[in-house]
């Protein structure tokens, strides 16, 4: 069984899917915060010397056992040399036929 497999018979269980779909955009940003500092080449190590952030603090973020304000992922973005982008979504309805 795939990974996308047994998540999508996890979603079955509806408190697993209520609790999963509450954590998105938490793993949203720590994925994003990865794959940007990816793209950048650059390493935590290396973040951390540029923003003044603790290494730990970053790798804590992008484990997902931080908790980053907004002013810190601010500073991150800025020491990747990009811009923090923050958007309320509407929420999408399912409609079941």
Do not use: H
Not at 68 to 74: D, H, V
């Amino acid at each position: 069984m795939t990974l996308t497999e047994a998540l999508n018979e996890q979603m079955k269980d509806e408190s697993f899917k209520k609790e999963y779909e509450a954590l998105a955009p938490e793993y949203e940003i720590i994925s994003s915060l990865i794959d940007a500092r990816k793209a950048c080449n650059v390493t935590q190590k290396q973040l951390a010397e540029t923003t003044g952030i603790a290494q730990s603090d970053i790798s804590k973020i992008e484990n997902g056992s931080g908790n980053p304000t907004i002013k810190l992922l601010k500073r991150l973005a800025d020491g990747l040399g990009m811009n923090l982008k923050v958007e309320f979504v509407p929420k999408t309805q399912m409609v079941l036929g």
